[in-house]
Each structure stands twice: as structure tokens, then as C-alpha cells.
């Protein structure tokens, strides 16, 4: 007797300046869709989400919920992060998000964030490659996760690729005091870190996720479309990662949104998650990164399809 196909599961993840789809049954079914939504921008000076920002992500929710009725999908977990962590107006996403998936959208915290970005990053690592260090730069909010087989230490961090443009790349281009401005921040929050998790900045392999690194990767390739089986375990340097940021941020933004494998509606903000990026490799004197597509949602997906 042939067991019946497990149906597949879907994750969607709010984040501060994209919204993004996973259908999957963990073997043959996947269906991945990302839209660039910007509910966090002008968070910092706000306090509130993005109100066009929210009317975006309400548009893809609707087309990706129709994915997610055509995949004969009944398992859904839906869940917000750092800017929804942020925002005093979070309901005016919590409702009509939940209203339109017929399902609750959930408040992640910064240390879950952490630990299924983990779970999703090291998915077919082998163990003798760790312990591992993964870093997820979003756009509120950056994750670092420790760990060989499972995490063993998370850490979320109040720097993103959102965050950083506002509060200091004003200038367009950045100048240069600007840029050197949020890379020492950055590094502040890295010593932070090695006072009190010594052994993130230990780590044998560091593995980075979500879109600041894997289009960091896509510029450095000079991928004119997009292809996520290039971008998986695309090993990209230290002297690769500082010429790319040394590229996009000397240009102007109407002149950096032609470059291959950079999204236009990620242009603005690019500049900034460079300037993380090469904090954390300068920081710890790490030589390689290596990039992954599976990440947060991945996380998510493997525990709803062991759990339900």
C-alpha cells in the first residue's frame, strides 16, 4: 500500500522590507515568490509602518494566497518580524493580513528568528563544516546563529539594511564619513557580541542568508536574471564582498540600480547591508562566506512538516 503525499506546507515572512512565500512538501513541491513591500521604511523617524508599504504587502498577500489555494495548501504559518517588532501600528498589518489567509500572522521574536534561520541555513551542511556561524541582514534587523547540528547560541541585533540607510547614509552617493558611520556601529554591536557570546566570532564557516548577501552574491556573479541554483552555496570572499560595496557605494542611486543581479527596488537600501556585511568580515577576519537560499522560511517549513 502507498502512503498518500504528505500535502504541502506555507510560510510567509513579514519582514521589514520584503514579503516572502515558501510552498513546500520537503521533496518535490516548491514554489518560491518574494515582493519588495518597504513597510519599514521611515520606521525610525515614524514609529509607525509604512502606510503604502502595508497597501504592498496586502496586494502580494492576495496573489500569494492564490499560490497557496492552488498548491492545495491547508497548513499555513505566517509570521512578522523586526519592524512589525517595532511598529505601534502593527494591527493595521495583523488584521487584513490575517483576514485574507483566513489564518492568525504571528509575531516572531529576534531570537526565533535566529534559531529557524539556523535550522533553514545549515539544512545539507555537513556537520565537519561547523560550528557554523549564520548571518541573516534584513532590513530591521540582524540575526547571527551558532551552532553545528542545532543552535546553540542566537543573537538579534538593531542594525539592517533599512535601518542603517536612515539613519545614516543621507547622502546620495553616501559619503564617505556616512559609510565608515555605520560600519563602526556595526562593529560596536559585533564587540558587544564578543563580551557576551565569545564564541560567535569563533566559528569555522560562516554561512549567509535572505537578500542583503544573496544579491551581494547575484552583483558579484553579474547574474542578469536571477537564479537561486547559481546563488546556493556560492562562496563568496572577503575581497569580492568590500568590491561590491566599493562599487555601489561611490555610485548615485538612479546610476547603481542598473548593476546585474541588483534589483532596482533594492537599490537604495544595498548600500547599507553592504556596510554590515563587511563589518562582520573585517570584524572577525573572515575570508569566505558561504551564501545560501534556504534560510528563515526553510526553518519554518521543516518544523510544520514534522509537527503539523
Known amino acids: 500500500m502507498t502512503l498518500p503525499d504528505k500535502?504541502?506546507?506555507?510560510?510567509?515572512?513579514f519582514g521589514t522590507n520584503t514579503t516572502r512565500l515558501l510552498i513546500t512538501?520537503?521533496?518535490a513541491v516548491e514554489v518560491r515568490a518574494h515582493r519588495v513591500t518597504g513597510i519599514g521604511r521611515g520606521l525610525g523617524r515614524t514609529g509607525r509602518l509604512n502606510e503604502t508599504g502595508v497597501e504592498r504587502v496586502l496586494e502580494a498577500v492576495t496573489e500569494f494566497n492564490s499560490l497557496i489555494l492552488k498548491n492545495g495548501v491547508t497548513t499555513i504559518r505566517a509570521v512578522a518580524t523586526s519592524a512589525a517588532r517595532d511598529a505601534e501600528n502593527r494591527d493595521d498589518l495583523f488584521k487584513p493580513v490575517s483576514e485574507i489567509l483566513s489564518h492568525e500572522l504571528e509575531l516572531l521574536s529576534g531570537e526565533e528568528e535566529a534559531r529557524y534561520g539556523f535550522l533553514g541555513a545549515t539544512k545539507g551542511l555537513p556537520p565537519d563544516g561547523g560550528p557554523f556561524l549564520v548571518?541573516?541582514?534584513?532590513g530591521g534587523s540582524t540575526e547571527f546563529a551558532y551552532g553545528t547540528v542545532s543552535p546553540e547560541m542566537y543573537r538579534s541585533v538593531d542594525m539592517g539594511s533599512v535601518r542603517f540607510t536612515e539613519q545614516f547614509l543621507i547622502s546620495d552617493p553616501p559619503k564617505p564619513?556616512?559609510?565608515s558611520g555605520a560600519i563602526q556601529v556595526a562593529r560596536l554591536h559585533l564587540d558587544d557580541i564578543d563580551r557576551e557570546q565569545t564564541l560567535m566570532g569563533r566559528a569555522n564557516s560562516l554561512v549567509g542568508v535572505a537578500g542583503t548577501i544573496t544579491t551581494i552574491a547575484a552583483i558579484e556573479i553579474g547574474l542578469e536574471k536571477y537564479d537561486p541554483?547559481?546563488?546556493?552555496?556560492?562562496?563568496?570572499?572577503?575581497?569580492?564582498?568590500?568590491?561590491?560595496f566599493r562599487t555601489l557605494a561611490t555610485e548615485a542611486l538612479e546610476?547603481?540600480?542598473?548593476?546585474?543581479?541588483?534589483?532596482?527596488?533594492?537599490?537604495?537600501?544595498?548600500?547599507?547591508?553592504?556596510?554590515?556585511?563587511v563589518a562582520v568580515m573585517r570584524h572577525w577576519?573572515?575570508?569566505?562566506c558561504l551564501v545560501r537560499e534556504s534560510d528563515l522560511l526553510d526553518g519554518l517549513a521543516a518544523e510544520l512538516l514534522e509537527h503539523g
Not at 500535502?7 to 515572512?13: C, E, K, Q, S, Y
Not at 541554483?229 to 561590491?244: C, G, H, M, P, S
Not at 542598473?258 to 534589483?263: D, I, K, Q, S
Not at 577576519?285 to 569566505?288: A, G, R
Request: contains cysteine.
Open 7 to 13: 500535502p504541502p506546507v506555507a510560510i510567509l515572512v
Open 25 to 27: 512538501d520537503g521533496d
Open 135 to 138: 548571518l541573516d541582514i534584513g
Open 177 to 179: 564619513e556616512e559609510l
Open 229 to 244: 541554483l547559481v546563488i546556493d552555496r556560492f562562496v563568496l570572499t572577503r575581497k569580492a564582498a568590500e568590491d561590491v
Open 255 to 277: 546610476q547603481r540600480k542598473y548593476n546585474p543581479g541588483l534589483e532596482p527596488a533594492r537599490a537604495d537600501v544595498i548600500v547599507a547591508g553592504c556596510c554590515i556585511l
Open 285 to 288: 577576519e573572515i575570508e569566505e
